[in-house]
């Protein structure tokens, strides 16, 4: 047995831990760039928390998903203003950005240099600036991976910028702040969260450390998804949440995903099709599509009882069927009010094109079988 396992070098969790921010950014200086998301005013009281702790604040509106261009606007802002430490306010894609910028503002060169699969794939020769990761959603997990993923859209791809010293310096996670969501983004951000806690459960690279987290991440999921969907969410079921997107941040960067995001990365980058929603789409079919190979191919394959063990953590029952686990997901997904993927404009002629994008993503490398082209194309038409 051999694996690595990594975190953030401080995690505050729980009700009210956003009153920990400022005495842990000034431990990086007084000069900060807070990157929010479309809706900034959701940051007055974080910039009202740290100007009364003496720090000075810029901050840098994301208006959706980052890109390249959108990262390095945020770098020069950061530079103009000599921050000192990058915080990231918001949804994965505040959270992404500020994590690029902190990762560029101390680096030469351009993103290109760096970037996976159509970039240059260079090391970061230096490490990134310090950075503290609040996310205000349970889903992406983000505040606790090594990689910011970001589109560009002369490609039609989404890619990562990845380094282990990424891994934010701080990430605070307050349950609190995912109050007020409306129940669709609940629910996509939700269903990210258990993808992100499936996939590195039953992926290629299995990690005893990671087992734990995702079981114990699951069970939270399983229990509290719906009710934080619902019309009256609960305390408890959103520190459930929160922490079942922090244990499946943990998860992918220390194991690895699978098919799910495989197949998000291209399609994120050709359609307006949000990460969750996406992953959300395709988690039942992928599920699916992975159980059939294996007992097709590999009927001792390990996996196989991983899935029955989900299975059981998310239904609470005991008897199954070969297809429990994706009519249970579909289920969910269907009582979620999940769109299928051609509401974002994917229809059938897109998907060789998606296909042959989604062999080559570093996500697929980690499923725990190798999919056929035929059986990837099954469960986009499925998906749709």
């Known amino acids: 047995m051999r694996f690595e396992f990594a975190a953030p070098h401080r995690i505050v969790f729980g009700p009210d831990a956003i009153s920990e921010l400022t005495k842990a950014a000034r ?7 807070l990157v929010t998301g479309r809706n900034s005013t959701r940051s007055a009281t974080v910039i009202e928390r740290l100007i009364e702790g003496g720090m000075q604040v810029a901050t ?51 993103l290109l240099d760096y970037l996976e699969v159509i970039g240059r794939g260079q090391t970061l020769p230096q490490a990134p600036a310090p950075y503290i990761a609040i996310p205000t959603t ?22 990562s910028l990845r380094h282990p010293l990424m891994l934010p310096r701080v ?5 609190n702040l995912t109050r007020g969501l409306p129940p669709s983004i609940a629910a996509a951000t939700g269903l990210d969260a258990l ?60 194991a690895g995903l699978g098919a799910v995001h495989g197949f998000a990365g291209p399609i994120g980058g050709m359609f307006p099709a949000p990460h969750g929603a996406t992953c959300a789409a395709l988690l039942p079919e992928v599920t699916r599509a992975n159980l059939r190979a294996l007992r097709e191919r590999h009927p001792d394959h390990p996996a196989i009882a991983r899935y029955d063990s989900i299975f059981e953590w998310l239904s609470g029952a005991k008897g199954r069927t ?19 993927l051609g509401s974002y404009g994917l229809q059938a002629d897109h998907i060789p094109l998606i296909v042959e994008k989604a062999r080559q993503a570093s996500s697929m490398k980690a499923n725990p079988i190798v999919l056929t082209p035929s059986e990837l194309a099954g469960i986009l038409e499925k998906s749709i």
């Open 27 to 33: 431990e990086f200086g007084t000069r900060a760039l």
């Open 322 to 340: 070969p297809d429990a686990l994706p009519e249970w997901l579909k289920e969910l997904t269907t009582a979620l009010k999940i769109p299928g």
């Open 60 to 110: 840098f509106s994301v208006a959706g998903e980052p890109d390249l261009g959108t990262v390095e606007a945020g770098v020069a802002l950061a530079r103009r203003e000599s921050a000192q430490v990058v915080i990231g306010f918001g949804g994965g894609s505040a959270l992404d950005t500020g994590k690029a910028i902190a990762a560029m503002l101390t680096n030469p060169g351009v």
């Open 171 to 175: 990430a605070i996670v307050d349950p």
């Open 138 to 159: 349970a889903g992406t997990g983000t505040e606790a991976t090594r990689n910011a993923v970001l589109a560009s859209p002369s490609h039609r791809v989404k890619v």
């Open 195 to 254: 993808t992100q806690l499936l996939e590195p459960y039953v992926c290629a690279r299995p990690n005893p450390m990671v087992d734990a987290l995702c079981r114990d991440g699951l069970m939270r999921a399983g229990r509290s998804l719906r009710v934080v969907c619902s019309e009256a969410p609960t305390d408890a079921a959103r520190e459930d949440m929160s922490l079942a997107a922090l244990f499946g941040g943990i998860a992918l960067a220390n």
